[in-house]
């Protein structure tokens, strides 16, 4: 944790000297102002990229280990479980039906009764919770 906020400061402070640099150069007609902006569009680019994977990548990794506990006290079945594991994929329902061999009507009465025992009004709500118990990834 401690690694990853030091590599963020650095990183951020080199973007910050950079663009100060690049400034004076384009301030003194070093480099043209078409170098300028490309510069630092692809520099805020690759920065959004690398911030967005950071922030993305799992944090429990292999080695997770599910509250089956949460998952007893919730009364969650198996196929409760694999409509879930795919909705925390980003699965659309058809998809979900799909991958699943399930009608989209029924993954839809699974997604009820996942919003109902997990007391989310919406699908970010369910996976945000379910993440929090511990009982995905």
């Given at each position: 944790?401690?690694?990853?906020?030091?590599?963020?400061?650095?990183?951020?402070?080199?973007?910050?000297?950079?663009?100060?640099w690049l400034e004076v150069q384009k301030a003194t007609r070093v480099i043209a102002p078409d170098v300028y902006v490309?510069?630092?569009?692809?520099?805020?680019?690759?920065?959004?990229?690398?911030?967005?994977?950071?922030?993305?990548?799992?944090?429990?990794?292999?080695?997770?280990?599910?509250?089956?506990?949460?998952?007893?006290?919730?009364?969650?079945?198996?196929?409760?479980?694999?409509?879930?594991?795919?909705?925390?994929?980003?699965?659309?329902?058809?998809?979900?039906?799909?991958?699943?061999?399930?009608?989209?009507?029924?993954?839809?009465?699974?997604?009820?009764?996942?919003?109902?025992?997990?007391?989310?009004?919406?699908?970010?709500?369910?996976?945000?919770?379910?993440?929090?118990?511990?009982?995905?990834?």
């Open positions: 944790m401690i690694r990853t906020v030091i590599t963020a400061g650095l990183v951020l402070a080199l973007g910050a000297f950079l663009l100060a490309t510069v630092v569009a692809a520099l805020f680019a690759v920065g959004g990229i690398w911030l967005g994977w950071k922030i993305a990548t799992r944090r429990y990794g292999p080695d997770f280990i599910r509250n089956e506990a949460a998952v007893r006290s919730l009364g969650l079945t198996g196929q409760e479980m694999r409509v879930l594991a795919e909705l925390a994929s980003g699965h659309a329902n058809k998809e979900i039906a799909r991958t699943l061999g399930l009608s989209p009507n029924t993954v839809k009465t699974h997604l009820a009764h996942l919003f109902g025992k997990l007391e989310a009004g919406t699908r970010t709500e369910a996976v945000a919770r379910a993440r929090d118990l511990g009982i995905i990834p």
